[in-house]
């Protein structure tokens, strides 16, 4: 596993990025299949796309405060 990968997931956390942004986002990074539809949120979708492309763009959308 890429450092890339650890370096982000940590930087997402301590940006107080959304649980749901990050799950998303290692699960395009990794290539996993999404979500069932059901459980499936706005900053999940977000990172996910994200993770796919490789960036963390939105996850200033999703701060908790």
Do not use: C
């Not at 990025?17 to 699960?27: H, K, P, S, T």
């Not at 990794?30 to 069932?36: G, H, I, T, Y």
């Amino acid at each position: 596993m890429s450092s890339e990968y650890y370096d982000t997931i940590d930087h997402l956390e301590n940006q107080s990025v959304d649980a749901d942004y990050i799950l998303g986002w290692a699960g395009g990074y990794l290539d996993n299949p999404a979500r069932e539809e059901q459980r499936v949120t706005q900053a999940y979708t977000a990172g996910y796309a994200d993770g796919k492309a490789g960036h963390t763009k939105q996850a200033g959308q999703f701060t908790i405060q």
